[in-house]
């Protein structure tokens, strides 16, 4: 990515990366329309009332993970290969232990978290049988995750891609003979997600021990090298704090939505399966936009940088718009696709209307907030984050349920509130700051 057209470098990388990205999206939303269309509305909304527990601790390592991504790819612009070996190694290693860990503490923890959250009583006994064979399995979706995101610090998004498109085959056919063939209800939509998911890992695992080139794992070398870790700490960590507390943040205002009781629930679960897919275009284009300025501030050329932001963010912000209209069009059909009945259709497409204006809005700060993590400095971003979407979104929140109006499109709004207030902040500060100044390798 230091050499050529920058646009095309930015599309060529993106574009297997967002099509990867609806695919692995695919495993939750086959998941919420299999039990949404034949099983039950309340086992739809246990499906779909779950994610911030699931991405609650999945941030804390997702935010690790992206450190190390920084780190690989600027020592690869810099073509250090020692220096990417001993990385991608580290960045294995503690990926190992932390599925050991996590493994333990998402099954644990879940009850208590489903009573934070509120959760109905007709709701709770499914969403935890759910919670406890995803997090069983988690070792899958962690070492796809860490060995993706090497192989795209690299520049290399398309393999990662594939792999997706196979385990999301195998995960809707799971979905289709545990839940129509064997019966199995939650528990089969949750087995055939945690076993599409291993599969991806272990395509992965088997790309990396068989390349040829500095990011090659061999489980010999597998240890921590503690120069390398304090990189990936540096930049992982604020990123960790800002993913995990955000998601946490968000298991309170589920229990907003949960107050409305399980057809809104299930209607919110419907909008938050449309409302991923249109984040998509943007989420891939600040991952791209992250790798492009690691090497591009690997091989000292901070203006060539710069420029990607800016190409990175026309890009986001096209691709949000050009979504925007079929959903506006298509909003109550949408959501019927995930559960038919009346009520569910009511609460989804109002959502999907009232919200759907304001996504052009996350465009910058996603790809803002990816470059700056791209240069090592995920700090500013971690502290910008947390301040819109956790603290300014819970006064708004507590302000708006206790004082102002306790109806759900008020409360929903929470949302665009801290896109907004999240952008206006990450853009006055990139426009303050220099990027070469959290460089990482010197």
């Known amino acids: 990515m230091t050499e050529g057209n920058i646009s095309r470098h930015l599309i060529d990388f993106a574009l297997p990366l967002l099509i990867g990205n609806i695919f692995q999206q695919l495993y939750n939303t086959v998941?919420?329309?299999?039990?949404?269309?034949?099983?039950?509305?309340?086992?739809?909304?246990?499906?779909?009332?779950?994610?911030?527990?699931?991405?609650?601790?999945?941030?804390?390592?997702?935010?690790?993970?992206?450190?190390?991504?920084?780190?690989?790819?600027?020592?690869?612009?810099?073509?250090?290969?020692?220096?990417?070996?001993?990385?991608?190694?580290?960045?294995?290693?503690?990926?190992?232990?932390?599925?050991?860990?996590?493994?333990?503490?998402?099954?644990?923890?879940?009850?208590?978290?489903?009573?934070?959250?509120?959760?109905?009583?007709?709701?709770?006994?499914?969403?935890?049988?759910?919670?406890?064979?995803?997090?069983?399995?988690?070792?899958?979706?962690?070492?796809?995750?860490?060995?993706?995101?090497?192989?795209?610090?690299?520049?290399?998004?398309?393999?990662?891609?594939?792999?997706?498109?196979?385990?999301?085959?195998?995960?809707?056919?799971?979905?289709?003979?545990?839940?129509?063939?064997?019966?199995?209800?939650?528990?089969?939509?949750?087995?055939?997600?945690?076993?599409?998911?291993?599969?991806?890992?272990?395509?992965?695992?088997?790309?990396?021990m068989r390349s040829h080139s500095s990011i090659r794992v061999m489980f010999s070398e597998l240890r921590i090298h503690m120069a390398e870790m304090k990189k990936i700490i540096r930049v992982g960590i604020p990123a960790a704090i800002q993913m995990a507390i955000t998601s946490f943040s968000n298991i309170f205002v589920q229990s907003y939505i949960n107050y409305f009781g399980a057809d809104c629930m299930s209607g919110w679960t419907a909008y938050a399966k449309i409302d991923q897919l249109i984040l998509l275009p943007m989420q891939s284009l600040a991952l791209s936009s992250t790798t492009f300025v690691g090497q591009n501030l690997g091989a000292n050329q901070p203006e060539r940088a710069k420029k990607g932001i800016r190409i990175s963010l026309l890009l986001s912000c096209a691709a949000t718009l050009i979504l925007m209209v079929p959903v506006l069009i298509f909003a109550r059909p949408l959501v019927a696709f995930f559960n038919a009945k009346p009520e569910v259709i009511e609460y989804g497409a109002k959502l999907l209307i009232w919200m759907s204006p304001f996504y052009v809005l996350c465009c910058v700060n996603q790809i803002y907030a990816g470059a700056l993590r791209g240069a090592g400095n995920s700090k500013a971003p971690m502290i910008i984050m947390l301040g819109s979407f956790v603290v300014f979104r819970q006064a708004y929140l507590f302000i708006m349920a206790n004082f102002i109006s306790n109806e759900i499109i008020p409360i929903a709004m929470g949302y665009p509130a801290g896109w907004l207030v999240c952008s206006a902040l990450t853009l006055i500060y990139y426009k303050r700051t220099s990027l070469t100044a959290t460089r990482l390798v010197e």
């Open 31 to 208: 998941d919420t329309w299999v039990v949404g269309n034949y099983v039950s509305s309340e086992a739809f909304a246990a499906v779909g009332t779950v994610g911030p527990i699931i991405n609650m601790l999945i941030g804390i390592f997702m935010g690790l993970a992206s450190g190390a991504g920084v780190v690989i790819s600027q020592y690869y612009g810099a073509r250090r290969d020692q220096e990417v070996s001993d990385t991608v190694h580290t960045s294995m290693m503690m990926t190992f232990i932390l599925a050991a860990v996590f493994t333990v503490l998402g099954i644990v923890i879940a009850p208590a978290m489903l009573h934070m959250m509120k959760t109905p009583d007709n709701v709770f006994p499914e969403s935890l049988r759910y919670l406890r064979i995803y997090f069983g399995g988690i070792v899958g979706l962690m070492v796809y995750n860490m060995g993706a995101g090497i192989l795209r610090a690299v520049g290399d998004s398309q393999r990662p891609f594939y792999f997706l498109i196979v385990s999301a085959v195998i995960n809707t056919i799971l979905d289709l003979v545990f839940v129509l063939g064997f019966h199995m209800g939650v528990e089969g939509v949750a087995l055939a997600t945690v076993i599409a998911q291993l599969l991806s890992a272990l395509l992965t695992l088997f790309v990396l």
